[in-house]
């Protein structure tokens, strides 16, 4: 990952939070081992990879099967309290080697604030996808045909006419901002960085999904959207679920850089 050299008190990126210590690019070392080459590899570039593979695997399984098998009666609550669980747990777990982005809206936004390095950004995000593809696999396998048709195997289908676009889309870059602002300044941002992160970023992802779930599905993150629409084939305005997480991670880094000032930070790859 990037390192960070602070200018001011205002940004302190803290890089053991950002990329965990002995992840990320590090200077060449005079190794005496082909297999020490490896594992030092394999640690700073494969295993957070891995991390964000299995992570989103399991949070996008079981925000799923929590829609698949969503208890009548309940409306949003069901899936709204299983995502945000779901996404502090694996968060709280496999944080510390990947930082815990799951979500490519995130990955995006870190990176535009400084907290990833380019070299991790595409495949992050290759790995949520894949994950994603893997969670919504296993939810379909466990579940009920019936169940499993009537929600459309969980992809995203809230939006069924283009009425619905313009707010659809407005939504989910606002839940998406909320989201990844609360990513970027209470685990990123050394200033706030918080010990609560994962339990805050879960409870966003609940209200998000309480809120505004009737709007657009509140999918807050890419992957989410494209793992059930592979798997059950429904791509009915999946776009949205692009365009609007990705337009609210812009918009998050640059409302950060303008609080926060770009020249507070340079880089310098390790």
């Known amino acids: 990952m990037a390192l960070y050299e602070s200018k001011t008190e205002l940004w302190d990126l803290d890089i ?18 082909s297999t020490e080459s490896f594992r ?30 969503n208890t009548e009666g309940t409306g949003r609550l069901q899936p709204a309290l299983a995502h945000g669980l779901a996404l502090g747990i694996v968060i709280a777990v496999l944080g510390e080697i990947s930082g815990g982005h799951f979500n490519p809206a995130v990955s995006v936004s870190v990176f535009l604030i400084g907290g990833l390095n380019i070299i991790l950004l595409v495949p992050y995000i290759l790995a949520q ?16 045909s019936m ?36 990513v970027c300044m209470g685990a990123v941002n050394g200033r706030t960085r918080s010990l609560l992160a994962p339990l805050c970023i879960g409870l966003t992802v609940t209200a998000d999904i309480l809120a505004g779930g009737a709007v657009s599905g509140a999918c807050m993150n890419p992957a989410r959207a494209f793992g059930p629409a592979v798997v059950a084939d429904y791509w ?3 776009w949205i679920y692009w365009v609007g997480p990705m337009s609210g991670a812009l918009l998050t880094a640059s409302f950060i850089r303008l609080l926060l ?7 310098i790859l390790m």
């Open 147 to 182: 169940n499993y048709a009537k929600v459309s195997g969980a992809a995203f289908d809230t939006v069924q006419a283009d009425t619905q676009i313009v707010p659809a889309t407005v939504a989910e870059v606002i839940m998406t901002l909320f989201l990844t602002m609360v």
């Open 236 to 238: 009915s305005y999946h």
């Open 16 to 33: 053991n939070v950002i990329q965990p210590e002995g992840k990320g690019p590090d200077p060449a070392t005079d190794g005496n081992s």
């Open 40 to 69: 030092d590899a394999f640690q700073r570039y494969i295993q957070p990879c891995l991390a964000e593979l299995l992570g989103s695997s399991l949070f996008i399984f079981v925000g799923c099967l929590s829609v698949i098998e």
């Open 129 to 144: 996808m894949c994950g994603g593809m893997i969670g919504a696999g296993l939810a379909k396998v466990i579940s009920p």
């Open 261 to 267: 000032g770009d020249e507070k930070t340079r880089v």
